[in-house]
């Protein structure tokens, strides 16, 4: 026995979730516990290094298992074709229409619901791991810094150092609004979002200062060149992990090292100078003409 094992996540043109591709994971490791030699195919788009459908010629394997998601549609169909003398067998899987082609094209339905049973859903039976949830606070281009900024530039490189990284990543906005929910209403929302991270990368003032304010390690890369005002912020609040904008992905790597420690916790929940300017307000309305 050999097992071909698919779902939307292997189709060119089908979508991997967070629920399917942990379906897969739960099919797996059943089979490898069971000692059943299986390859698990993924969509190019999601996974170029492959294994893909077409380097899964249709002779090499005696079984098909499709995992997970709705039995519909023309890939389904596609499935069926490229793979007509091995036994196919779907698990978990949604059953909208028991007539439909993509479903009667498998010998053996073990349904997730089909309208008359429900079974608890794959991606429950596997494990998950935990890594780090990390939030991004990016700044807008800030014109006031003329031919010092690099914006593009450090926004490049994080999206492609957070691209690469193992971690839950959060994109954030500090810009508020009471008519869209997909952004904070109020400070106290934000902060609050922000105290359930495990660190904040961030690009913008607010982002830095507000992240240490939730008590939650921050690691700050200024997008203008020579230093703009996330750097004068950090070195107000004497808080070492910032970066110029010419930063590297290694100085980037050994720095979120750090953002995770216990050390970099305890500094971010330590407390923080107060704004001087305050202090000196009052006085200085007082002395004004």
């Known amino acids: ?7 939307w996540a292997s ?7 967070a629920g399917d591709v942990l379906s897969l994971r739960a099919v797996s490791d059943v089979l490898t516990e069971a000692g059943v030699d299986h390859l698990t195919a993924w969509s190019p788009a999601f996974r170029p290094e492959g294994p893909h459908l077409d380097d899964a010629e249709p002779d090499a394997f005696t079984h098909i298992v ?3 998601g709705p039995l519909r549609g023309t890939q389904l169909h596609e499935l069926h074709r490229r793979y007509p003398r091995s036994r196919r067998l779907a698990v978990g ?3 909208p229409d028991p007539a439909d082609p993509a479903v009667t094209g498998f010998d053996v339905v073990l349904p997730r619901d089909d309208g008359d049973a429900c079974a608890a859903d794959l991606s429950l039976a596997t494990r998950v791991e935990s890594p780090p ?3 991004v606070v990016l700044a807008p281009d800030q014109p006031e810094y003329g031919a010092d900024r690099r914006h593009e530039t450090v926004h490049t490189t994080l999206a492609a150092w957070l691209r690469d990284l193992d971690c839950g990543r959060v994109p954030l906005d500090t810009r508020l609004a009471t008519d869209d929910w997909r952004h904070c209403a109020t400070p106290d929302q934000f902060v609050s979002t922000l105290s359930r991270l495990d660190v904040l990368v961030s690009t ?3 982002g830095l200062a507000l992240g240490l304010k939730a008590g939650v390690p921050v690691l700050a890369v200024d997008p203008v060149a020579h230093g703009g005002k996330v750097t004068a912020q950090a070195t107000a609040l004497r808080w070492p992990a910032v970066l110029p904008a010419d930063a590297t992905r290694a100085d980037l790597d050994k720095w ?3 953002c995770c420690s216990a050390e970099a916790r305890a500094r971010a929940a330590a407390e923080h100078p ?9 006085g200085a309305l007082e002395e004004m003409p």
Not at 1 to 7: E, F
């Open 1 to 7: 026995m050999r097992v071909l094992l698919t779902g």
């Open 11 to 17: 189709f060119r043109h089908g979508e991997a979730t």
């Open 66 to 68: 499709f995992a997970c």
């Open 93 to 95: 899987v949604s059953v």
């Open 133 to 135: 949830v990390v939030g």
């Open 204 to 206: 913008r003032l607010h």
């Open 256 to 258: 979120f090292e750090w």
């Open 274 to 282: 107060f704004p001087g300017p305050l202090a000196e307000l009052v």
